[in-house]
């Protein structure tokens, strides 16, 4: 028996990247995975990707994670498509690379947006 088969992982940021090697590890080991992703033609792509590399299903759900009714949204058509969820992993993240002086506060609140209030928002949810 694979480690998570019968689970749900939700995996955010993961039409690329970590977060699509992620998802395709929870896939192999028998997790249904959800791609959240703000790209759902991305997205969509790593589902498939997914479920070639063994996921017994995948799905993509479009999501900004810096919006919290996006982020329910998600949440919602997970437990639609898949019944309940085990596992989330808030792997999406936002980098600006400017020199500190040129930051500004809504670049600021971006980056924050995505790499806290998101990661809230999942768990909250």
């Not at 249904?32 to 790593?46: E, H, N, R, S, Y």
């Not at 017994?56 to 919006?67: E, Y």
């Not at 919602?76 to 999406?92: L, Q």
């Amino acid at each position: 028996m694979n480690r998570f088969e019968g689970k749900v992982a939700i995996v955010t940021g993961a039409a690329g990247g970590i977060g699509l090697a992620t998802a395709k590890r929870f896939g192999s080991e028998g997790a249904k995975v959800v791609i959240a992703d703000v790209d759902i033609v991305k997205g969509a792509a790593a589902a498939e990707a997914v479920k070639q590399a063994g996921a017994p299903d995948a799905w993509a759900c479009a999501c900004d994670v810096s919006d919290e009714a996006q982020v329910a949204s998600c949440v919602e058509g997970t437990i639609e498509h898949f019944g309940a969820i085990d596992v989330i992993v808030n792997n999406a993240g936002l980098m600006t690379f400017v020199p500190l002086i040129d930051l500004t506060g809504d670049d600021w609140r971006r980056v924050l947006g995505v790499d806290l209030l998101g990661t809230f928002y999942f768990i909250k949810q």
